[in-house]
């Protein structure tokens, strides 16, 4: 399954915001093309793109802004090329975009579109033939499917290699001629046009994600290396949050892999959504090493303002460090607007309860607006609730998996992620699968007569 943009808003319908965008962007680009006498083509692509991108995809108007940017940037190209005719048209890097696309949001769909209208507004602006057009798009088509998911930077290369030879494929066999001029002035720009374009992706991709807010693999990979300062900080100052961390990871990217949301962004999110407990480890529990709870000497009142302050203090560090936008969602969208149970029942029990509001213990939010950070609230949810049982047999573990779900979904977290119910049964099924494994029942070796203890079993 493909992995959807996490850009999707929830509506059907094209909002006010988004016509105003997109009849700007029709009239600016009328202009130019009217003032650069390219064809008036130009500007009708662009508006059926935004249609597609608005009511098919359901893509956010700032999304729809960035690809447009990197189209207009292919366009500035284009012209450049065309006016002052230093080298020739088919070194223009059209797959470049589509590489880019695919690389920041990780979507085929989006980066066939994105194909479609490279190609096309490119030959509308320097005169390309529709052969021409169609071997530029397939080109285009392969460079996204080259990177798609890439985990190592190495594979702009390996992908502009294939973007070569296919172009170089489609041209000889839309015009088999070998004559050397044809070599000289078609087929050899045609080839090393992939090499072009991987040149581009390497130089600017992370100049496009510092624009865009988004994250690659590669960011993602570098940021899940426990090499990085704050997961070193983890580490040492609040061991129990970083194993709860590695925990709700891995079912937070089993959950993902399941309903075909991005595992990747979604493990290395659960590994930094529990940050802010650095600077007040021990007033949470998985990091009480001793029998003591910090809580009890404290006012629900209070307890709830160190519990409250965890979020606050994630996101200053998070800015501190420079957390990609991306990873900072998960701060805040982890607990979404829960009520802390444990310490406003207490309040209950140890005040009048007209004086306590229900409010006053929930969290501040957001609620989770993307499938990744809706997966690690459930996850981080189910971990604590297994961690405290005192059973775990596999039905066991089902019942409270099931029971922590539904209840978020009835107190509403989950209404702005966009889930279904299918895929909210099949995260609950994949945190039932990978608990069971975590907690499976080991085999108990009898004492040996001469008083040693039997190995332990490795079941």
């Not at 940021?223 to 061991?239: F, I, M, Y």
């Not at 990609?324 to 009520?339: A, D």
């Amino acid at each position: 399954m493909a992995n959807q943009p996490t850009v999707i808003v929830n509506s059907d319908t094209i909002s006010f915001d988004q016509k105003v965008i997109l009849a700007l962007t029709l009239l600016a680009t009328l202009a130019f093309c009217y003032f650069a006498q390219l064809s008036l083509l130009i500007p009708l692509l662009f508006f059926f793109f935004g249609l597609q991108l608005f009511y098919v995809r359901r893509i956010s108007w700032q999304s729809f802004l960035h690809l447009t940017l990197l189209l207009v940037l292919l366009m500035g190209t284009a012209h450049v090329f065309k006016l002052y005719a230093v080298f020739s048209l088919y070194y223009i890097p059209i797959a470049s975009v589509t590489m880019i696309t695919a690389l920041l949001y990780n979507d085929v769909q989006l980066s066939w579109a994105l194909s479609l209208m490279a190609s096309s507004l490119v030959g509308l602006m320097v005169g390309f033939s529709l052969s021409d057009m169609m071997i530029f798009f397939m080109g285009s088509l392969c460079g996204a499917y080259a990177v798609k998911g890439a985990r190592r930077r190495g594979v702009y290369f390996r992908a502009g290699i294939l973007i070569g030879l296919v172009q170089l494929v489609c041209s000889l066999l839309m015009n088999l001629d070998l004559s050397v001029e044809h070599i000289r002035s078609t087929l050899m720009p045609i080839f090393l046009n992939g090499f072009v374009c991987a040149g581009v992706v390497a130089t600017f991709l992370w100049i496009f994600e510092i624009i865009f807010g988004e994250i690659t693999n590669f960011t993602l990979l570098e940021l899940s290396d426990s090499s990085q300062p704050l997961l070193k900080r983890l580490v040492v100052e609040a061991p129990g949050t970083y194993h709860h961390s590695l925990i709700v990871s891995n079912l937070s990217e089993a959950a993902a892999d399941a309903i075909g949301a991005n595992a990747l962004l979604t493990r290395v999110g659960a590994y930094y959504h529990d940050i802010g407990k650095l600077v007040k480890p021990v007033y949470f529990t998985e990091n009480q090493m001793l029998s003591v709870n910090k809580h009890d000497e404290l006012e629900p009142s209070m307890s709830r303002l160190v519990i409250l302050n965890h979020i606050k203090e994630g996101l200053e560090l998070a800015k501190q460090y420079k957390l990609n936008q991306r990873i900072v969602e998960f701060i805040p969208e982890h607990h979404g607007t829960s009520l802390i149970h444990y310490f406003y029942q207490k309040a209950l029990t140890e005040s009048d309860a007209q004086d306590i509001g229900e409010q006053d213990y929930r969290y501040p939010g957001p609620k989770p607006r993307s499938k990744e950070t809706a997966i690690v609230m459930l996850a981080d949810s189910v971990e604590g609730s297994t961690r405290a049982m005192d059973e775990h047999t596999p039905q066991k573990i089902e019942d409270i998996v099931r029971k922590v779900i539904n209840n978020k979904f009835i107190d509403g977290q989950l209404d702005e992620c966009n889930l279904t119910l299918r895929e909210i049964d099949a995260i609950a099924s994949s945190f039932v699968r990978v608990l069971s494994a975590m907690y499976h029942g080991r085999v108990k070796y009898p004492e040996r007569t001469d008083g040693h203890h039997g190995q332990k079993s490795s079941k």
